[in-house]
């Protein structure tokens, strides 16, 4: 490092960078301790972990309390105003995807669900939950609601192997749908991040979705959470300015309750 005229902690973070962007220590690969690295550097401890900051500012390594520095997993980019499986998604983006159904059943809706979703106290539903993992790692955990009337005997389909999208447009013929979505950062409780391999507090994003048919009535009412790290949304699509100054002058969004799940 003699001669280079970069602050050396950034030095440090620039050979760890060159590392990573050449594959020599890949996606969820350890790196070296900071004790090890100060002693190949000469540095102190401080120094190599300013480095190690800035690199976790950049989303280029994960920093897990007890166990160390790890190589971040590139993010699964998911894609606004469309409604496509995250299977699919994963599989154009090279990865290997994988679907943990952790529940399948139907229960009569309760009072709150039932104000949620717009049906009759006691109207069954379908409540499934999926973990959806990229290359072994969990990206997504999945809470769904589908009315029974809107989707019957949907659980007849694989449901690890099938997409509830394209099983509402190839088998019940659904063509066109409202959605209302937000996006939330938020941390992780002790289930969520169980079920997602985080630590508990963990920074998360949580999507709300309710999806509507023509007729107005909910087809599907849904709370997903991702770890912050692991994922990123994009929206690439043509926007009519003039439409949109129009639109929003009026207030027209309906509200979202969340947190079903843990009711």
Not at 3 to 25: C, F, M, T, V
Request: aromatic share 8%; proline share 5%; charged share 25%.
């Amino acid at each position: 490092m003699t001669g280079n005229k970069l602050p050396i902690h950034e030095q440090i973070r620039a050979y760890i960078h060159s590392k990573i962007l050449s594959g020599d220590w890949p996606s969820g690969y350890q790196i070296p301790s900071e004790r090890e690295l100060s002693e190949q550097f000469h540095v102190s401890r401080v120094t190599v972990r300013q480095a190690l900051i800035n690199l976790a500012a950049e989303g280029l390594v994960r920093r897990i309390q007890g166990l160390g520095t790890f190589v971040s997993i590139p993010k699964i980019e998911m894609v606004q105003g469309e409604l496509i499986s995250i299977t699919t998604l994963m599989q154009k983006q090279g990865r290997i995807p994988e679907t943990i159904l952790t529940k399948l059943h139907r229960e009569p809706l309760n009072a709150v669900n039932a104000e949620l979703l717009g049906y009759p106290i006691g109207e069954e539903i379908y409540v499934i939950q999926r973990i959806r993992r990229a290359n072994g790692v969990n990206v997504v955990v999945e809470n769904t609601m589908l009315p029974y009337r809107k989707l019957p005997d949907i659980d007849k389909y694989d449901l690890v192997a099938s997409s509830v999208f394209s099983l509402m447009a190839e088998v019940y013929n659904y063509n066109e749908l409202m959605v209302y979505q937000t996006i939330e950062a938020g941390i992780a409780n002790k289930e969520v991040a169980n079920l997602l391999q985080v630590e508990e507090k963990s920074p998360i994003v949580g999507v709300n979705r309710i999806t509507r048919d023509m007729s107005n009535e909910v087809v599907e009412y849904a709370q997903d959470y991702y770890p912050a790290d692991r994922i990123c949304f994009v929206y690439n699509g043509k926007i009519n300015l003039k439409e949109s100054q129009l639109k929003f002058r009026e207030t027209f969004l309906p509200t979202i309750e969340t947190n079903w799940s843990n009711r």
